[in-house]
Structures are given as structure tokens and as C-alpha cells.
């Protein structure tokens, strides 16, 4: 059967001079149901990267509290007019912890869904390398056509035989010999073993160009990188250590006049 449930994203809003916020969280309720339950992350790791002069015991605190009162609101919903108590829940306030509009989402299993929920707008997990590098590839390719150059770099396939693999911005000689190659790459994974990985599936296609006399003259490598006082920076570096000695060269993503500089080149 499916029911109609309603739902609200908890945001933290630590700064309410800036208005600037965090999912971390959802509530929800389907009446005809009888459900009403929350998820509420307690982890600060990526919090930080949001708010990183805020102490993270603040946070810990907090959340935990707010758990508390949450747990409480739901034991209410039980013996109370369920939709009264999450109206009350979620109308605004000014709190550390503050809920979006109400939305509403047809569900076979109230459950299922808030988990959905959850993992979408928290955990974020439609927001994959492969996205990450698609968004990263966008603002490449806005520059480089900006600036006149998006006819002079194009999407091009690398290697030799059925040993190719293709990059997003390749500058071709005559005879369609990639000459310099633009390629983002998403190396602030959570996970340093992620980061070396990837950086190790970049080397071997590098080494593999160089055995088959196939490497670009030049080649920029537009990247993300962890937060340079974390564990997952060791192995960044390593990674740009390796791939700087098959002869690339590292930029910030986000720095446009290295990647003019190096597009622009003769």
C-alpha cells in the first residue's frame, strides 16, 4: 500500500549571521501509516569542511541533545495527535538545529523512504566521483569558452588499438595525435585508499601511453585535493608525486589562470 508521508530536512545552522547551513537530518510522518521517526547524523568530518572554526565538542553536544528532544517529539507523536506534534516540530525557530519546508513523497515503505531521504540529502550519495568529475569537467569546459579555446580543445580517446581510453580535453595535431590534455580528477576522497586508487588507475594508463609511444606532449591535471592537515594528504601527495613523474602537471581546480596558462600555451 502506499501512503503519503511528509518530510523536513534538519539543517545545523551554527552562524546565524550568515545563514549558512547543513543537512543532517531528516523527520518524517505518514499518518495513515502511523509512522513518525528521524535520522539525525552525529558525524562531524564533513560538517568541517562547512564550518571549520566551530568546535567540533559544540557540534557533539548539540546533536546529541537535539537527539534527545527528537527522541522525546516521537514518543509524543505516539500518544499525542501525531500531526500536531510534527507541525509543532518543525515550524520556525531560532535554533542551532532549524527544519526546511515541508515536502511530501508518495511511499510503499515509510521507512525505505526516510532512508532514501536521508542518503540523498545528507549522506549525499548521488554525489559520486564520476559526478564530481562531470561537475569539474563543466567549469573546464565554461572557461575554455570563455575565453575562445573551445574549439581548440575537444573530447578525444588516448592509446593505441583496443587499449584506448578517451579524456574530455585533448588538443590534436593533423593526424589526430593528442598534443596537450586537460583531465579533472576528484582526489579528496574520504577514504585515502580511494585516493591512491585512483591516482594508481591514472598511472598505469600514463605508463601504458608511454610504452605505446603514445603520450601527450603535455598534460594538466585539474584536481581536487583533502584539507592539507589530514591523514588522506599523505596519500595526495603521493599521487602527485607519481603522476608528476610520467611528466603531468597539477592544478587546483578551481584555478583559472593555470588552466588559461596552460590552454593558452603555444
Known sequence: MTHVARYSIIRFLPYAETEEFANVGIVMHAPAAGYFDFQLSNK?????GFFDKLDRRVFARSVAAFA??????KAMAGQASAQWVFD??????????RFSAVRAVMAESPQAKLNELFD???????????????????????????????????????????????VPFAELDADGKALRVIKPMHLAYEDPWRILDHGNQWLGRLRHLE???AMPKSMLLAVTQPPVDTDRFGAFEEVRRDLATMGAVFAASNDEQALLSFAQAA
Open 44 to 48: 562531524w568530518r564533513r560538517l568541517s
Open 88 to 97: 509543532d516540530l518543525v515550524r520556525p525557530r531560532e535554533a542551532l538545529f
Open 211 to 213: 610504452r605505446v609511444n
Open 68 to 73: 534527545e528532544e527528537l527522541t522525546r517529539t
Open 120 to 166: 540523498h540529502y545528507v549522506e549525499q550519495d548521488f554525489a559520486t566521483p564520476k559526478y564530481h568529475e562531470k561537475l569539474m569537467e563543466k567549469a573546464v569546459r565554461g572557461v575554455l569558452r570563455r575565453e575562445g579555446l573551445g574549439g581548440r580543445f575537444q573530447s578525444a580517446k588516448l592509446g593505441v588499438g583496443g587499449l584506448q581510453f578517451k
